[in-house]
């Protein structure tokens, strides 16, 4: 099946904070969309694998995404090495999506920045027709995306763009809360991170906010590109 975009995230809920909303948004728009998690997120200090796995699932849905799959990387120590680009690569190939998002460039936690440059890394080594992959006994065609943009998660990122992702929001907010072991629960008896604050649930929508705040509309949501972005006409601004 071919996709429109894939989305890659190194743990489960990155796609859905960092840009759950644009996903959103393009799939009501027609787009076909998929979400590619990088681990299981087996280290999160809250919830385990088997939770996270079903929270994933549950929040794919309420975005519509047509297909999730889970690498099961070593959650805080994959590397960005040939064995792991090699997995990316039959994921860009099987899918061919035309854009690729993937997780921060820099961020407070380190399988973000790794995660986010691997993904790079294995876009372009996918257009490359020497690297042979298989898939189900069958040899894959190169693909390389023709963009791969980076979502903004823990710090603060100056964008190069952003999505007026106004009418999104909630959907969004719906897709995070699906994470229901992972975020501000004044109940959970588990252990606190700065994740489980209720000042970073409340982040991801000052944030959007803010962005939205900076280009004349309601929310926003921000994405750093790896070369100029082109536009056919001035008109295509908004
Ligand atoms: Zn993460």
Redesign the pocket.
């Known amino acids: 099946m071919k996709l429109d975009i894939l989305a890659f995230?190194?743990?489960?809920?990155?796609v859905e904070?960092g840009c759950g909303a644009t996903i959103a948004k393009e799939i009501a728009n027609g787009k076909k969309v998929g979400v590619i998690d990088l681990t299981r997120?087996e280290l999160g200090t809250r919830g385990s694998a088997d939770i996270r796995d079903i929270e994933a699932a549950n929040a794919g849905k309420i975005l519509g995404v047509s297909v999730r799959e889970n690498l099961a990387f070593a959650d805080g120590f994959f590397l960005n090495d040939k064995e792991h680009q090699l997995e990316i690569i039959k994921m860009v190939r099987k899918y061919q999506p035309d854009v690729v998002l993937c997780?921060a460039i820099d961020?407070r936690?380190i399988?973000?920045g790794k995660?986010s440059k691997l993904v790079s890394d294995a876009c372009f080594l996918s257009g490359l027709l020497k690297i042979e992959t298989k898939i189900e006994n069958t040899v894959q065609e190169k693909w390389r995306p023709k963009q791969v943009y980076h979502y903004i998660?823990w710090k603060n990122i100056e964008p190069d763009f952003v999505v007026d992702v106004s009418n999104f929001i909630e959907k969004k907010t719906e897709a995070i809360l699906a994470y229901t072991s992972q975020f501000y629960d004044p109940k959970s008896n588990e252990p606190e991170t700065p994740?489980t604050s209720r000042n970073f649930i409340d982040s991801v929508n000052y944030r959007a906010r803010d962005l939205g705040r900076l280009i004349g509309v309601e929310y926003a949501e921000g994405f750093t590109t790896e070369r100029f972005v082109a536009v056919d006409s001035l008109d295509d601004l908004i």
């Open positions: 995230g190194a743990h489960p809920d990155d904070l997120g997780n961020d936690h399988d973000h995660g998660q994740i």
